[in-house]
């Protein structure tokens, strides 16, 4: 029995293994063998992603991130909270039960790059848009033992003290229309306007946020200040956002019932 | 090390530290108003330096050795160094990002000390500065020795362990800064991408052309893992870091790819730094120190067609079970979980090859720590990839994907099997390279072991406890079929897990320390000793027939 | 050396190769390899046929079992809601206070709650529910809006200046720095707001602030200060303070406003999550030390 079944694989290695021995005595044969071998796996995985279509949903009330949000995306880039929190809520009934509707793939659509993440040192965030108040996010982020004795994520007290650039968001959303973001001229053009509008509901700024990104939008002073951007204003805005995007993983999964 | 230059060499280094230089300095001016200008300063400083150094030995004397019956070691050894250097500073980051776990509050009142910025130092110095430094000595060292030809030029040599140190500094010093792809293991900015393309071209036109010098007709299995290690980093490196600019005058750039898609890239090559990385080049180091120094001849050469080939074309495949439930699909899962699991034989019979390699040498492992390094290593190595195949079966995952279990996965193949290799191979390596009679200390050799061994078991150990305990109650439910846990509640569960966990860092790096020192003091206070034969020859070898199975 | 060369110890061939010392012995593949090989290679194509597998350009191969992981954490939260039916229906048709007497639904309702509250409400409310700086204790008997279950599962339900349309609005008025009151007469009603709850001051200075109260304040706090739970203006007698009592506290409260914002839970918790908090909180009242 065990003959039997070796014998193709048996016979598929001693070619192998005499194809080897001619190759490893010519130093390109092995580089083109071995960039062949590990070539198969990544194509076959990835490059159909893009052409099978359900792939990622196709959902109409999906929205960009405004500047500001993109601004605060930034910024949790920089600080690493990727490397404590994840924002992919799993096909599992307990991540459900704890966390909301599983994540859909079009949820990250606009994801450049994706913050998924590896590690839940702190909670999923994939869904926290709304959970908390922005003030409550100040305050956590200002000292999270404040508000949750046993935590222990580190503090970010110096963002409320630092104020927003807005001059280079223009930039990062033409770079990100190049990736495929749907931004529009007017979107790239008032970018920095857009940035302050947002944080400042009583400003002038502000209706051409909603004409640009829609009615539903948040236009808030997110940090409590009403007279200055922060780099606070921005990562609240995007904590806020989160979950928020598209209403397409509520709608279509239905709360677990108690 | 620089009157081992020729004129031309020298003016050639001092070209190239010199356009550096200028790098530096136009970064720093485009860069003024970003984070950007502080690594064109950085730049510039590092080839400032180089200059400076080759600059103020341009006109000293011509060498006058022959350069055809040596071996070009200078830059192995300044590769050693360097690889321990970043040894002790990216494990004293591991302890402290360590410590913060268990102590949120031991950090300065600055922006660049959160966990979330000196957490990829630690990550990207132990794995591109301690190992990346590593493998690149030991394959100068390896290439040579196996092929008995001496490296095709003297300045290129430089330029990849120089150029990919440059690399490692700017990726750290960003990270505190603030400036980071997010990307793991693939975290620096573009321009620095960009840098270590260029660095890994030369890296392997070099490594070909040695080869290709070569006296024996065939290529060592060493060379064949270092050959993948070289070559499919590339292509991962290319594919993953696809980005675009959100200005050249600044740090930050968008990733080509987004959601499901470049989850799916990220963890292709993510998985696969850890293949090609972490585990391809190492065993270029395990296939050449452990059977030199236990003396015995690799256990089978078939084997290691086996294990090489199937190393090679299996792991590509198994990138997505670090996605496992997600929004990737579940067609890709399923390639993941097989894919992951055919691989656990390639990869068990290239630990099988080197531990039956031991048969004979037993008693030598018994007495030589530097020895028992390696085959520890080889042990943790065949460990790592058990759980790691276990792991990547989904219903497994679902409980240990997110948790300190995947921590303890990481530390158990990183601490027990690439820095042991390492460590075993440094040993090995340094009185050869040195020319010195012995180390410095065997008795430090042989703390150094004991620190290494219980740090990584109690790491280890640490890890799964917390990590199957944070990921059991994550899902514990009451007889009211209701969750049981808040997610505080497993926090405080993880707490004395963390302090243990930081109690074996802090035992692992303390090795690591000592390692250094015994090194350092080799060097210096060894007296000299000339092996009886460690220069290029001419092959005696005669080309058998394809050789037959017995 | 030679194709013949035989290693002493093993008494296999070599591969008549030698680099830098290094020789390697051509000893066959051992039998356990191939049959690991084949049992992982049987494994991989047993996983191929029954799951969704092989990509096809525009599809991929759905394998024999029609497996989705949604599918099946539909079905795995459609069961649970079924086994949690017999008791969770129970929750949502009883009455508070049957509840609050029947031990065993009182185990469901605590062995639940514990996670609900913790996950979602202990973040400001604290784990104890005993709230903090800005966040209302919700084991006290001073309610805002008011204690009794429906009222508490309304509250959950909108939130407080939520972003919920239904929201209810709490608004404490910003006295100082929208002009309305000047400091001093800011400083005099704090002193007759303290005096409320007993504390002592000069008999004028409370009757001044006494007098603004009145103009300013008893719309919304009511005459006596008791409170309105209509406007969730919360009754200034008492000892218990949101933001504190205390002369500071209490002057940034008049003169910079408090418009304290509490989620709503409708898109979050079910129904019978938010009855079996407001259970939870009832029972959790009782039990306080008062
Ligand atoms: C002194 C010994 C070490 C200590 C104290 C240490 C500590 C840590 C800590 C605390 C983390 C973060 C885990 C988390 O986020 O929860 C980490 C991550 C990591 N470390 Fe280490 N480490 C040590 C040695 C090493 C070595 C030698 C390597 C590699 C050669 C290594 C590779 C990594 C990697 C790859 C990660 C990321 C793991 C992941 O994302 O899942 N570490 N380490
Ligand atoms: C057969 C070999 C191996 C397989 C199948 C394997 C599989 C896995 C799996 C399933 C995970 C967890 C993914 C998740 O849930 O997020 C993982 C994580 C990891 N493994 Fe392995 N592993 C193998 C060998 C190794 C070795 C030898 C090393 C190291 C030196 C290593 C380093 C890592 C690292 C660094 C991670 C963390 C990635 C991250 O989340 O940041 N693995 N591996
Ligand atoms: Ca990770
Ligand atoms: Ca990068
Ligand atoms: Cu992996």
């Not at chain 1, 770079?175 to 400003?203: K, S």
């Not at chain 2, 084997?303 to 590509?316: A, K, P, R, T």
Request: glycine share 8%; net charge negative.
């Amino acid at each position: 029995m065990l003959k039997t079944l070796l014998k193709p694989f048996a016979r598929v290695f001693e070619f192998q293994a005499k194809t080897h021995y001619k190759m490893e005595r010519h130093s390109m044969a092995l580089t083109a063998g071995i960039i062949l071998a590990a070539g198969v796996g990544g194509f076959v995985e990835i490059a159909p992603l893009f052409t099978i279509d359900d792939t990622v949903e196709d959902v109409a009330d999906m929205r960009v991130y405004t500047p500001l949000e993109q601004a605060g995306r930034d910024i949790y880039i920089r600080e690493g909270c990727y490397a404590c929190h994840s924002q992919m809520i799993r096909t599992l009934r307990d991540e459900v039960e704890r966390y909301g509707p599983y994540s859909l793939a079009v949820e990250s659509k606009y994801d450049h790059p994706m913050l998924w993440g590896s590690k839940r040192t702190g909670p999923d965030l994939a869904r926290v848009g709304d959970k908390y108040s922005d003030d409550w996010q100040v305050r956590h982020l200002i000292n999270p033992r404040d508000l949750v004795p046993q935590s222990v994520m580190p503090q970010y007290a110096f963002l409320l003290e630092t104020p927003l650039r807005t001059d280079d968001l223009p930039g990062r959303l033409d770079a990100l229309r190049m990736v495929g973001v749907p931004y529009t001229d007017d979107m790239i053009a008032n970018a920095a306007n857009d940035a302050l509008g947002q944080a400042r509901p009583d400003g002038d700024r502000a209706s051409g946020v909603l004409d640009r990104y829609g009615e539903a939008t948040a236009v808030r002073a997110f940090d409590g200040q009403n007279d200055r951007l922060t780099e606070m204003d921005a990562l609240v805005a995007y904590l806020q956002i989160l979950g928020n995007l598209t209403d397409v993983a509520q709608n279509t999964q239905p709360m677990a019932e108690e | 090390m620089m009157s081992n230059l020729t004129s031309t060499e020298r003016a050639r280094a001092m070209l190239i530290t010199g356009a550096g230089v200028l790098i530096g300095l136009t970064m720093a001016a485009v860069g003024r108003n970003d984070p950007m200008g502080a690594h064109g300063w950085i730049v510039l400083l590092f080839c400032g330096v180089l200059f400076f150094i080759v600059g103020q030995k341009l006109y000293d004397a011509e060498p006058v050795e022959d350069r055809s019956v040596s071996y070009y070691d200078d830059p192995t050894k300044i590769g050693i160094l360097l690889a321990l250097f970043w040894a002790v500073v990216a494990m004293g980051m591991g302890v402290w990002v360590a410590s913060q776990l268990a102590w949120p509050d031991l950090r300065f009142d600055a922006a660049w000390s959160s966990f979330g910025r000196i957490r990829p130092v630690h990550t990207s110095g132990v794995i591109f500065g301690f190992g990346g430094n590593a493998l690149i000595a030991t394959s100068f060292h390896i290439m040579q020795r196996t092929s008995r030809a001496r490296m095709p030029d003297q300045v290129s040599p430089w330029f990849v362990l120089l150029g990919f140190n440059l690399f490692c500094v700017v990726a750290a010093s960003g990270y505190l800064i603030g400036i980071t792809q997010s990307k793991e293991y693939a975290e620096p900015e573009w321009y620095a991408d960009l840098w270590l393309v260029i660095v890994w071209v030369v890296y392997f036109v070099l490594y070909i052309r040695t080869l290709a010098r070569r006296n024996e007709p065939h290529i060592y299995v060493a060379n064949w893992y270092y050959l993948s290690f070289i070559l499919v980093v590339a292509i991962l490196h290319v594919v993953n870091n696809l980005a675009i600019p959100a200005s050249f005058s600044g740090a930050k750039s968008y990733s080509a790819f987004s959601g499901v898609q470049d989850a799916m890239v990220q963890w292709w090559y993510g998985h696969n730094a850890v293949a090609f990385f972490l585990t391809t080049g190492f065993l270029g180091m395990l296939y050449y120190f452990l059977p030199k120094r236990a003396g015995r001849p690799i256990y089978s050469y078939r084997l290691s067609i086996l294990s090489f080939w199937g190393i090679v074309f299996f792991y590509i495949w198994v990138g997505s079970h670090h996605l496992h439930y997600t929004a990737l699909p579940q067609w890709v899962q399923t390639l993941g979980v097989t894919f992951s699991v055919m691989l656990l034989v390639p990869s068990w019979a290239s630990a099988g090859n080197a531990l039956m390699t031991l048969n004979g040498a037993w008693h030598k492992v018994r007495d030589d720590a530097t020895l028992r390094f390696m085959m520890v290593a080889a042990v943790f190595y065949g460990l790592s990839t058990f759980e790691g195949s276990f792991m990547a079966i989904r219903p497994v995952n679902a409980l240990s994907h997110y948790t300190d279990w995947t921590v303890g996965h990481v530390h158990s193949g990183a601490m027990g099997w690439v820095a042991m290799i390492t460590f075993g191979s440094i040993y090995a390596l340094t009185p050869v390279l040195w020319r010195r009679e012995t180390m410095y200390s065997w008795k430090a050799v042989e703390w150094h072991f004991w620190l290494a061994l219980s740090g990584t078991v109690i790491y280890v150990f640490a890890m799964w406890n917390s990590g199957i305990t944070q990921g059991l109650m994550w899902r514990t439910y009451t007889e009211s079929g209701t969750l049981r846990f808040s997610f505080v509640d497993t926090l405080i569960a993880m707490h004395p897990y963390y302090i243990a966990r930081a109690f074996g860092g802090l035992l692992f790096f303390t090795g690591a320390c000592i390692c250094f020192w015994n090194v350092v003091m080799t060097i210096r206070r060894v007296p000299h000793h000339t092996p009886a034969i460690d220069y290029p020859t001419t092959s005696e070898a005669m080309e058998p027939a394809v050789p037959a199975a017995e | 050396m030679s194709v013949k060369d035989r290693d002493p110890l093993t008494g296999h061939q070599t591969t008549g190769h030698e680099w830098d010392g290094i020789t390697e012995l051509n000893t066959r593949v051992p039998r356990i390899v191939w049959f690991f090989i084949i049992v992982t290679h049987l494994f991989a194509l047993l996983m191929w046929i029954l799951l969704p597998t092989w990509p096809l350009v525009t599809t991929y191969t759905k394998g024999l079992l029609g497996f989705d992981q949604r599918d099946v954490v539909k079905q795995d939260i459609e069961l649970a809601n079924m086994t949690r039916a017999d008791w969770a229906d129970r929750i949502a048709a009883h009455p508070t206070a049957d509840i609050l007497k029947d031990p065993e639904l009182m185990a469901r309702v605590t062995g639940t709650a514990h996670q609900i509250f913790g996950d979602n409400c202990a973040g400001c409310h604290g784990t104890d529910a005993a709230g903090g700086p800005g966040f209302p204790s919700l084991i006290d008997t001073a309610w805002l809006w008011g204690g009794d279950t429906d009222t508490i599962m309304e509250t959950l339900r909108v939130g407080i200046n939520s972003t919920h349309l239904d929201t209810r609005y709490a608004q404490m008025l910003a006295f100082g720095r929208d002009g309305i009151l000047p400091r001093d007469d800011i400083r005099l009603v704090v002193d007759y707001v303290q005096s409320l709850s007993g504390a002592a001051a000069p008999a004028d200075r409370i009757a001044a602030g006494g007098e603004i109260f009145a103009n300013n304040c008893a719309a919304c706090h009511g005459e006596n200060g008791d409170g309105n739970t209509d406007l969730g203006a919360p009754n200034l007698t008492d000892a218990f303070w949101i933001y504190g009592g205390d002369d500071k506290a209490m002057y940034e409260t008049i003169w910079s406003g408090r418009q304290g914002w509490m989620p709503s839970w409708e898109d979050r918790l079910s129904l019978t999550e938010r009855k079996i908090l407001a259970v939870y909180l009832q029972h959790l009242g009782q039990a306080a030390p008062k």
